[in-house]
């Protein structure tokens, strides 16, 4: 068990590709949320819920 924590210690918790993403969702929508999904100390999955005002 000791030396699985180890390898989640020694990665990077987000690749320069994954940030890149975020960023590109993130400035795309006007009103919502990113949820980030992660199993074994790694990102998985990323969740994009945008609301759309009609006011």
């Known amino acids: 068990m000791a030396q699985k ?3 989640f ?3 990077e918790p987000f ?3 994954e940030i890149k993403k ?3 969702l993130a400035a795309s929508m006007r009103f919502g ?3 980030l ?3 074994d100390g790694r990102l998985i999955q990323i969740e994009k ?3 759309m005002r009609l006011i």
């Open 22 to 24: 975020l960023c590109e």
């Open 9 to 11: 210690k020694q990665k």
């Open 5 to 7: 924590e180890e390898t």
């Open 15 to 17: 690749s320069q590709e």
């Open 33 to 35: 949320s990113i949820t």
């Open 49 to 51: 819920n945008e609301k």
């Open 37 to 39: 999904v992660f199993q």
